[in-house]
């Protein structure tokens, strides 16, 4: 790669797909256009995903929950791997009109130390938990550095894998922190679409352009994995997550050493009182769900606790390969749970014991461990 | 009875050798090795945990007569895949390891420059060193020349079940190999295994077919068959197919004049 191909990013294919573009191929698409994005399953173009998440794609859902099943087993086997997320912190520097850490929500903040942090693992670790998933709100650069660094060598001696999901960083604190042992990060964009402002209207978290472009500085930074998505509900769901097959496609070409997981996270009324413009029903998440395994057979696709019982139960064995248990979205929830405000309400409580149940009566297996901590380290013993 | 395997000194019963990722429970996996009477399985390393001696991954693989060939998938380099060997030896008590380096986290396709290095570092540590390849017979010598004890060429993308697309360079690698040629990768179906013994490969390595398949433990056995048959066939030395049709009056019979 020369130089001056390294400095591009995806901006420039965005730029290239003004959502109004995007909202005419979507009312263009035919039932010609599913079946054939439907004849090549797992190797498919974001054209292909846009007809697999169009409404004239509806009538083959039952079809395309074959397709997904058969290319995931195919794929990733009889097996779900499982992830619990570990909340650090709801202190934001924003105001996202959504979320349940903005800044404007008058409700006492907490940030872990390290014995609290300890509490936290020795709970995770009891109920077999191997790969966690950092959570935090948003930081100042500087106080993010100096706290994920520590928080990161608090925890990562603990787990064979540890992700984090929290503010887009600088490429060298992506670096520094991957040849300590980070595995993946997650950075979705939330919305595509031009609405973005209206959504984050204070904080960091207005620059549209440093988020858009965050998954290119993970690339070069060399993380094993990357996790993109759209908070579904925000705008219209269909157009978003065409954008973030567009953000996938670029991303797997150009980082190729780098593994890509989707999340599908579904807006539901917050205490806040946010309620979702354009909700998105259970049978269209399954489509959009189906539609990512169809487009792309190598995705990561994880389903957090945010869905119910029901739906997870029936999702998971169609094509979902990374599932959370007993998740706790407050800090210190595990130790002690609802002393803190949580980001949003769990709405399935089973632990991992309890989904290694369900998943084993589906004939499959919950993996808790793939992978060995030592891989990716700056310095090798 | 067909002739035993030899891999680094070490006899062989079966030339079948089982993956053991993408099963649907333990239990599965156990009853598939010992249906598929294979004595060689691989593990990878990233599944279990070193430094947990009673760890339920090892626990279940490890079987009476089935030898542990662990392996370092999810590593990108030859360093990583050097510590990763030697992680595994540390724990499971073994030189055996089954080398394969793939950067690439889609196709999980070989990096042979990293292949190679760690090859040669490993083989000098003592390491018996099973490098997962391209079929790629010039690179298969080289790794004779560094010190593989068995080569391991692809039959097909990994997990793809297209059987054996690289057939014409396997054969190569098979004709001009000194080490024993496992061939690794894309096997889909028994007839494949079948076809690939009946091709003079030494053994072949099985995972996903057996491991996604509705009934793993039928599909396990279904394979050992096949892996048998290939064998024997190979050995009772199959009849040639005739490239042109023999001329009824033949084109040196002049010699005869």
Same mark, same amino acid.
């Given at each position: 790669?020369?130089?001056?191909?390294?400095?591009?990013?995806?901006?420039?294919?965005?730029?290239?797909?003004?959502?109004?573009?995007?909202?005419?191929?979507?009312?263009?698409?035919?039932?010609?256009?599913?079946?054939?994005?439907?004849?090549?399953?797992?190797?498919?173009?974001?054209?292909?995903?846009?007809?697999?998440?169009?409404?004239?794609?509806?009538?083959?859902?039952?079809?395309?929950?074959?397709?997904?099943?058969?290319?995931?087993?195919?794929?990733?086997?009889?097996?779900?791997?499982?992830?619990?997320?570990?909340?650090?912190?709801?202190?934001?520097?924003?105001?996202?009109?959504?979320?349940?850490?903005?800044?404007?929500?008058?409700?006492?903040?907490?940030?872990?130390?390290?014995?609290?942090?300890?509490?936290?693992? *020795?709970?995770?670790?009891?109920?077999?938990?191997?790969?966690?998933?950092?959570?935090?709100?948003?930081?100042?650069?500087?106080?993010?550095?100096?706290?994920?660094?520590?928080?990161?060598?608090?925890?990562?001696?603990?787990?064979?894998?540890?992700?984090?999901?929290?503010? /887009?960083?600088?490429?060298?604190?992506?670096?520094?922190?991957?040849?300590?042992?980070?595995?993946?990060?997650?950075?979705?964009?939330?919305?595509?679409?031009?609405?973005? /402002?209206?959504?984050?209207?204070?904080?960091?978290?207005?620059?549209?352009?440093?988020?858009?472009?965050?998954?290119?500085?993970?690339?070069? *930074?060399?993380?094993?994995?990357?996790?993109?998505?759209?908070?579904?509900?925000?705008?219209?769901?269909?157009?978003?997550?065409?954008?973030?097959?567009?953000?996938?496609?670029?991303?797997?070409?150009?980082?190729?050493?780098?593994?890509?997981?989707?999340?599908?996270?579904?807006?539901?009324?917050?205490?806040?009182?946010?309620?979702?413009?354009?909700?998105?029903?259970?049978?269209?998440?399954?489509?959009?769900?189906? *539609?990512?395994?169809?487009?792309?057979?190598?995705?990561?696709?994880?389903?957090?606790?945010?869905?119910?019982?029901?739906?997870?139960?029936?999702?998971?064995?169609?094509?979902?390969?990374?599932?959370?248990?007993?998740?706790?979205?407050? /800090?210190?929830?595990? *130790?002690?749970?609802?002393?803190?405000?949580?980001?949003?309400?769990?709405?399935?409580?089973?632990?991992?014991?309890?989904?290694?149940?369900?998943?084993?009566?589906?004939?499959?297996?919950?993996?808790?461990?793939?992978?060995?901590?030592?891989?990716?380290?700056?310095?090798?013993? | 009875?067909?002739?035993?395997?030899?891999?680094?000194?070490?006899?062989?019963?079966?030339?079948?050798?089982?993956?053991?990722?993408?099963?649907?429970?333990?239990?599965?996996?156990?009853?598939?090795? !010992?249906?598929?009477?294979? @004595?060689? &399985?691989?593990?990878?390393?990233?599944?279990?945990?070193?430094?947990?001696?009673?760890?339920?991954?090892?626990?279940?693989?490890?079987?009476?007569?089935?030898?542990?060939?662990?392996?370092?998938?999810?590593?990108?380099?030859?360093?990583? !895949?050097?510590? =990763?060997?030697?992680?595994?030896?540390?724990?499971?008590?073994?030189?055996?390891?089954?080398?394969?380096?793939?950067? @690439?986290?889609?196709?999980?396709?070989?990096?042979?420059?990293?292949?190679?290095?760690?090859?040669?570092?490993?083989?000098?540590?003592?390491? &018996?060193?099973?490098?997962?390849?391209?079929?790629?017979?010039?690179?298969?010598?080289?790794?004779?020349?560094?010190?593989?004890?068995?080569?391991?060429?692809?039959?097909?993308?990994?997990?793809?079940?297209?059987?054996?697309?690289?057939?014409?360079?396997?054969?190569?690698?098979?004709?001009?190999?000194?080490?024993?040629?496992? &061939?690794?990768?894309?096997?889909?179906?028994?007839?494949?295994?079948?076809?690939?013994?009946?091709?003079?490969?030494? !053994?072949?390595?099985?995972?996903?077919?057996? =491991?996604? !398949?509705?009934?793993?433990?039928?599909?396990?056995?279904?394979?050992?068959?096949?892996?048998?048959?290939?064998?024997?066939?190979?050995?009772?030395?199959?009849?040639?197919?005739?490239?042109?049709?023999? =001329?009824?009056?033949?084109?040196?019979?002049?010699?005869?004049?």
């Amino acid at each position: 790669m020369n130089q001056k191909q390294s400095l591009t990013s995806f901006a420039d294919t965005y730029d290239q797909h003004p959502w109004d573009d995007t909202a005419a191929l979507l009312a263009s698409i035919t039932k010609a256009d599913v079946q054939q994005a439907l004849s090549h399953p797992g190797v498919g173009t974001p054209k292909d995903f846009l007809a697999l998440i169009s409404p004239a794609a509806a009538p083959f859902l039952e079809e395309m929950a074959a397709i997904s099943q058969s290319l995931t087993r195919k794929r990733f086997g009889k097996t779900v791997q499982l992830y619990a997320p570990l909340y650090l912190s709801n202190e934001c520097i924003n105001s996202c009109s959504y979320c349940g850490f903005s800044k404007e929500i008058p409700l006492p903040r907490t940030r872990l130390n390290q014995a609290q942090v300890e509490a936290e693992i *020795a709970v995770l670790k009891a109920m077999g938990v191997e790969h966690v998933l950092v959570v935090t709100g948003d930081f100042s650069e500087k106080q993010a550095r100096d706290y994920l660094t520590e928080a990161i060598s608090w925890i990562r001696p603990h787990f064979a894998q540890v992700s984090m999901e929290v503010q /887009p960083l600088p490429e060298e604190d992506y670096h520094f922190l991957s040849q300590q042992g980070l595995h993946g990060v997650m950075c979705y964009q939330e919305t595509y679409g031009p609405r973005y /402002p209206e959504f984050h209207k204070k904080g960091k978290k207005r620059d549209f352009r440093w988020r858009l472009e965050t998954p290119d500085r993970l690339g070069r *930074a060399g993380v094993h994995k990357m996790g993109l998505g759209v908070l579904l509900g925000l705008d219209d769901w269909r157009l978003d997550s065409f954008y973030v097959a567009l953000h996938a496609s670029y991303l797997q070409k150009k980082y190729w050493k780098t593994r890509l997981s989707i999340s599908f996270p579904r807006l539901r009324p917050a205490k806040i009182g946010f309620s979702p413009d354009q909700p998105v029903t259970d049978r269209e998440l399954v489509q959009l769900i189906l *539609a990512y395994r169809i487009f792309n057979e190598n995705f990561e696709l994880a389903l957090s606790t945010r869905e119910s019982p029901h739906f997870r139960n029936h999702m998971i064995p169609l094509g979902v390969t990374s599932i959370s248990a007993g998740s706790k979205t407050e /800090p210190g929830g595990y *130790a002690n749970p609802k002393a803190a405000l949580e980001q949003f309400e769990i709405n399935d409580e089973r632990s991992p014991k309890e989904m290694d149940q369900v998943l084993r009566s589906a004939g499959l297996e919950l993996v808790t461990r793939d992978w060995e901590p030592h891989f990716g380290l700056s310095s090798l013993p | 009875m067909s002739e035993p395997l030899i891999i680094a000194g070490r006899t062989f019963g079966s030339r079948l050798f089982l993956g053991t990722g993408k099963f649907g429970s333990s239990q599965l996996m156990a009853d598939a090795i !010992a249906a598929s009477g294979s @004595d060689l &399985v691989t593990l990878a390393l990233k599944r279990f945990d070193p430094e947990n001696r009673s760890d339920d991954m090892v626990k279940q693989v490890s079987q009476p007569g089935v030898n542990l060939l662990p392996n370092t998938s999810g590593v990108r380099t030859a360093a990583e !895949a050097v510590l =990763a060997a030697k992680l595994a030896r540390q724990s499971l008590e073994t030189d055996w390891i089954k080398l394969e380096i793939h950067p @690439d986290p889609r196709y999980l396709l070989p990096d042979h420059h990293e292949t190679l290095k760690a090859t040669e570092e490993l083989a000098k540590l003592g390491f &018996v060193v099973l490098p997962y390849i391209n079929a790629d017979p010039v690179f298969c010598k080289s790794l004779e020349s560094a010190g593989a004890s068995a080569v391991m060429p692809l039959g097909a993308p990994i997990g793809s079940n297209q059987g054996l697309s690289t057939a014409s360079m396997l054969e190569i690698i098979i004709r001009e190999s000194n080490l024993p040629v496992v &061939v690794d990768a894309g096997i889909g179906a028994p007839s494949q295994a079948a076809q690939a013994l009946e091709m003079g490969a030494d !053994a072949v390595l099985v995972n996903t077919a057996i =491991a996604v !398949a509705e009934n793993p433990v039928q599909m396990a056995l279904a394979f050992k068959l096949a892996v048998q048959a290939g064998r024997l066939g190979f050995e009772a030395k199959l009849g040639q197919v005739r490239r042109a049709a023999v =001329a009824s009056s033949p084109l040196t019979s002049f010699l005869e004049d």
